[in-house]
């Protein structure tokens, strides 16, 4: 699949809780987390998701920091501008401070967290597209929005597209699936899928231990698998061997008729 005309990866890499957690940076670990992050990129996966907020920036600079010796053609990095923060010269400040964190060229993609109930879409989009013309963002998008909002974004902006919207979807949580996905697939709008492993519930799913034991696999790289159909799932882990099985849901597909049987669940 392609993401802001780049080649990305079936699934990618989410990082919330490395380098800490709600605008608060843990250093403790900070060498295992580059290596960790290294070592997914090596595995083949890369797409990486990050946010302003994720350890209060601490995780975009661990994400640059890991990848910094890589060709930055050769991945991609989505970063989220926190909703207290999408005031129109909020969002420059927010955006520069992010791309000096990662210490990248641009910003692949830059998507607004969550909607405001205060300041009005248009102004954010404005910011956002003028970061686009400055070369500070390649591509833009939302997050957590749902069709009224999408289509209000998709309205507001004058000079570009919105790129992706991510949300959360998992095989135990497919309602997006009912007019969400339609509609953002009608209007070319790519899906990331946050949380595809449901928090950790897919693994006990029966259908999907059924699956995963036709192809001699994981009830994860199904459930992992189903949700890459329509979205770039980016899960997360904590250590190689975890990985490691995600990673192997590079080597293969679903069939139709496991995806059907699935999806009609």
Same mark, same amino acid.
């Given at each position: 699949?392609?993401?802001?005309?780049?080649?990305?990866?079936?699934?990618?890499?989410?990082?919330?809780?490395?380098?800490?957690?709600?605008?608060?940076?843990?250093?403790?670990?900070?060498?295992?987390?580059?290596?960790?992050?290294?070592?997914?990129?090596?595995?083949?996966?890369?797409?990486?998701?990050?946010? !302003?907020?994720?350890?209060?920036?601490?995780?975009?600079?661990?994400?640059?920091?890991?990848?910094?010796?890589?060709?930055?053609?050769?991945?991609?990095?989505?970063?989220?501008?926190?909703?207290?923060?999408?005031?129109?010269?909020?969002? *420059?400040?927010?955006?520069?401070?992010?791309?000096?964190?990662?210490?990248?060229?641009?910003?692949?993609?830059?998507?607004?967290?969550?909607?405001?109930?205060?300041?009005?879409?248009?102004?954010?989009?404005?910011?956002?597209?003028?970061?686009?013309?400055?070369?500070?963002?390649?591509?833009?998008?939302?997050?957590?929005?749902?069709?009224?909002?999408?289509?209000?974004?998709?309205?507001?902006?004058?000079?570009?597209?919105?790129?992706?919207?991510?949300?959360?979807?998992?095989? *135990?949580?497919?309602?997006?699936?009912?007019?969400?996905?339609?509609?953002? !697939? /009608?209007?070319?709008? /790519?899906?990331?899928?946050?949380?595809?492993?449901?928090?950790?519930?897919?693994?006990?799913?029966?259908?999907?231990?059924?699956?995963?034991?036709?192809?001699?696999?994981?009830?994860?790289?199904?459930?992992?698998?189903?949700?890459?159909?329509?979205? *770039?799932?980016?899960?997360?882990?904590?250590?190689?061997?975890?990985?490691?099985?995600?990673?192997?849901?590079?080597?293969?597909?679903?069939?139709?008729?496991?995806?059907?049987?699935?999806?009609?669940?």
């Amino acid at each position: 699949m392609n993401l802001c005309d780049k080649k990305v990866s079936k699934i990618g890499f989410g990082t919330w809780k490395i380098g800490g957690g709600y605008w608060s940076a843990d250093r403790t670990r900070d060498p295992q987390w580059i290596e960790l992050i290294r070592y997914v990129y090596e595995k083949g996966i890369n797409l990486f998701d990050t946010a !302003e907020m994720y350890g209060g920036g601490h995780t975009e600079e661990l994400v640059g920091q890991a990848l910094r010796n890589y060709d930055q053609e050769d991945f991609t990095i989505v970063t989220k501008v926190w909703n207290n923060h999408l005031s129109h010269d909020d969002v *420059i400040k927010s955006a520069k401070a992010s791309l000096r964190r990662l210490g990248l060229k641009s910003i692949d993609v830059y998507l607004i967290h969550w909607p405001s109930p205060s300041v009005p879409l248009r102004e954010t989009i404005r910011a956002m597209e003028k970061l686009v013309d400055e070369g500070v963002v390649r591509c833009i998008g939302v997050s957590n929005f749902d069709v009224a909002l999408v289509q209000e974004a998709m309205e507001v902006t004058a000079k570009y597209q919105i790129e992706a919207n991510e949300i959360e979807y998992s095989y *135990i949580h497919r309602d997006p699936e009912n007019q969400l996905i339609p509609f953002l !697939e /009608k209007n070319n709008i /790519k899906v990331i899928a946050y949380s595809p492993l449901g928090r950790g519930e897919i693994s006990r799913e029966p259908k999907l231990e059924e699956v995963a034991k036709r192809y001699g696999v994981t009830p994860i790289q199904v459930g992992l698998n189903y949700v890459a159909r329509r979205a *770039i799932p980016i899960p997360k882990a904590s250590t190689k061997a975890h990985v490691d099985e995600l990673a192997k849901v590079l080597e293969w597909d679903l069939r139709e008729e496991d995806y059907l049987y699935l999806s009609r669940s």
